[in-house]
Structures are given as C-alpha cells and as structure tokens.
C-alpha cells in the first residue's frame, strides 16, 4: 500500500480522530497517527462541557458518567453545591480517545500506532514526510497537521516555541473507590469490596476546589471505575513538592467528607488522625499517578501566533487552544478540528485562521486577560473566594456560575452577566 496521503494528521486524541473522520467521511486520503504507548491515556480530568454534548451529540455513545451536580469550595473550605440546568460528562481519556480514534479508522482513516518526527521540506512545493522513530518507515503528503498536544515538536517547528511561562500545569491521580470506613483493604472478600465501591461510586461528589494560597484548583472527577484527581496551575507558580502536598491533603479530605459529612475538606481534626492515615497508606498502594502540560497563552501571543500556512495547520492544544483561566481544551480541540476540516473540504485551508478567531478566538483572548485577575483579589480575598461566598448567598451569581461551567457562559460578558444576575435573580 503506498505511503503517499492528502493529510498526515500527528496526534490521536479528540482533535486528531475528530479531523480524521470527517476528511475521511469525504473520501480525503488521511493517515492518523498516535505515538503513544498502547493503552496510555492523556493527564486530563476528562471533563467535557454541556456545550461540547450538545454540539456533537454523538460523544455520549462513548461510555462516561454524567453529571448534573457539583460542588466548589472556596480557599477558605467554604462550600457550594450546585444543581446543573445542563449535565456535562466525565470520560476516562483512554475510552474517550480510543472511542474518536475507532470512529476515524471506520471512516476510511489509516490509523498508525507510531510515534513520528517531521522532516523540514526544502521548498512549499515539496510534500512533508514523516519518520517513525523506531522502524524508520515513512509517510508523505501535502498536508500536515499538528494535533499531538501543548508539548508538539511539529508545531514547535512549524509555528515556533511558546514561552515556558505560557504553559500550565496539571497533575494527578487516578484512584479507585474507597471502601466502606474502618475496614482494611486486605480484611475484605473482593465480592465486598467491589459492591462498597458500586455504593461509593453512586454518590461520590464531582468538585472543584479552588486551591488556598494558591493561583489554581484541584479536582476529583468521579469516572466509571475509578476516580481522577488533580491540581492545575501555572508554570511560573509551579512547585511540585509543595503542591503535590496540597493535593494529598485534598484527596484525603475528599474521602473524609465522604465518611462524614462534618468534616473538613483542606484540614484534619486531632480525631481524625487515624483515619486520614488509613485512607492515605490505602492511596499510596493504589493510585496511580499522572501529569502533563496545558496550555495558557497571553493576550500578546493570541494575537500574533499563527496556526496554520501553506500545507499545515495546528488544532487543540498544539495550537495552544485551551481556556487559559480553566484549562478546559477538549471542545476547543474539537471544534479546531471542524473548522479545519470544513475549510480544506471547501479547498480554502488558509481561511482556518479567520475562522477559529471568530468562532472562539474572542473568548480566549478574554479569558487570557482575566487570568491574572481571576486568581488575584478582590475586596481584600481572593476573587474565587468572593465569587463562592457571592454564589452561597446570592441565586442570580449561581446561575452565572453554572452556565461556566456548562460552558454556555462565556467570558467576554460576564463581568455585566453577574451585574444584571446581582440585580435580577430570575
């Protein structure tokens, strides 16, 4: 079979598998790489919007729990609980990708477990080629796109580095369902076990926790069969040893509130000291840990960076496409990919700049500048402080919230949202 194809698309996660399918669906000739090791999936909560569902109807045929309920707490401990009008999804990123990636292939897509590096092409008439870094076998085409994450050497070749200050950072653990309290690991049949953590899973919360004295937030996503934790964060704020310490103390307290609901979140009580120890050393045998890089681009960098030229083109977050405030970037993936994908059908592929800019460049744009400030203070707090006790009080501010979440709330107006919300609850 020749190597020869329209597209070579690097990168098999949402954007990749999402552009590969509809080419493919159109008869484009597309050959879809992932280079990750079998069975590895992406650091990622696997959080996707209420937007992105209603957009694409279709991800709900992948298996993943849904979520029309959540709790925030604020630095302080102080805690929210909020009745979604629109559920979002949680999805294992192994399920979630493999799901998009089998989707491609049927339409039509060549799919190709290696991982590749580009070869630079000496003038635009020339095709690109790509190497696989372990057999040396080849592939060229006239197009090239780059959809293999924030860290892409090809988009580094192709539209130059990011700064390490724009980069974020999110870490974490996946972690099974806990078991009943006061009861050991070993002390329990694996039948027992096993319907303690069905009955766990039932009601395990979905929260976010905005992190104390902390520019961030840590998560825990309850998925089918396990539950993924984690911290997001800056790069310039980053310090793992620190933070990795913040996010024990939040897995801990995760389970402690779930054995009680009296207890805290962020701190211990004296008398809870033996239980927090029995919860961790059941952590440290089982969760298994993860991290990656998100991206988080300033507003100078939005509005020079360039994402695609002749014969290549950039999607999801090698485009340096994710919500610089949230590192949300799954729908921003998959609608990049759309958007290529609908310009090459139309034969215009230089018009995907133009395009993703007025579809959602605005709303990052706007989230890049009010990073510093949503992180900041606000009336001697923190913002994310006065927005959770400004929600506990006030319904209009929780329905605002809500629909950020949803991601149906975006940020150019929320600054007069809230005033009006304030205002007029209803």
């Known amino acids: 079979m020749s190597n020869t194809f329209d597209i070579l698309i690097v990168g098999a996660g949402p954007a990749g598998s999402f552009a590969a399918e509809k080419l493919a669906r159109e008869g484009a000739r597309v050959a879809l790489f992932d280079g990750r090791p079998p069975g590895e999936p992406k650091a990622c909560g696997g959080g996707v919007t209420s937007k992105a569902l209603k957009a694409w109807p279709h991800l709900l045929e992948a298996v993943a729990r849904t979520v029309d309920e959540l709790e925030m ?7 929210l609980h909020m009745k979604l009008a629109e559920p979002f999804a949680i999805y294992s990123r192994r399920t979630f990708d493999s799901f998009l990636c089998e989707r491609a292939e ?3 897509a060549h799919v190709f477990h290696e991982r590749v590096s580009l070869r630079k092409r000496a003038s635009e008439n020339e095709n690109w080629t790509v190497r696989a870094t372990v057999s040396g076998e080849q592939w060229s085409g006239p197009m090239i796109v780059a959809a293999d994450g924030a860290g892409s050497r090809i988009a580094r070749e192709l539209a130059g580095p990011l700064p390490p200050a724009e980069m974020e950072v999110a870490f974490g653990y996946r972690a099974p369902f806990p078991v009943a309290k006061n009861s050991s690991v070993e002390a329990r049949s694996s039948s027992t076990k096993k319907q303690d953590a069905h009955a766990y899973e039932q ?4 929260v976010v926790a905005f992190l104390p004295g902390w520019a961030g937030y840590a ?4 998925r089918v069969d396990h539950i993924s934790f984690g911290i997001a964060t800056t790069q310039e704020a980053f310090d793992h040893e620190t933070l990795d310490r913040i996010l024990w103390d939040f897995m801990i307290g995760y389970y402690r509130v779930g054995e009680d609901k009296r207890a805290n979140l962020w701190r211990a009580r004296a008398k809870d000291s033996e239980r927090d120890a029995r919860i961790r050393d059941e952590l440290e045998r089982a ?4 991290a990656a890089r998100i991206p988080g681009l300033t507003v100078k960098t939005w509005d020079v960076r360039r994402t695609c030229g002749e014969g290549w083109a950039l999607l999801g977050d090698a485009a340096g496409f994710a919500d610089p405030v949230t590192g949300e970037g799954i729908y921003y993936a998959i609608r990049s990919a759309e958007i290529f994908a609908e310009t090459y059908l139309e ?5 995907y700049e133009t395009r993703w800019r007025e579809d959602f460049g605005r709303e990052l744009r706007r989230a890049a500048e009010m990073r ?6 606000f009336w001697g707090a923190p913002f994310t402080e006065r927005m959770i006790e400004f929600a506990r009080k006030h319904m209009g501010i929780r329905k605002v919230l809500g629909e950020l979440v949803a991601g149906e709330q975006g940020y150019t107006d929320l600054k007069r949202k809230l005033a009006r919300r304030a205002l007029w609850p209803f």
Not at 73 to 79: F, I
Not at 203 to 206: D, M, N
Not at 219 to 222: G, Q
């Open 203 to 206: 009601s395990a919360p979905t």
């Open 372 to 377: 510093r400030r949503f992180y900041g203070n």
């Open 347 to 351: 034969g215009s592929p230089l018009e």
């Open 106 to 108: 049927k339409a039509g």
């Open 73 to 79: 707490y604020s630095p302080a401990g102080k805690r």
């Open 287 to 290: 969760a298994d840990r993860y």
């Open 219 to 222: 998560w825990a996503f309850p």
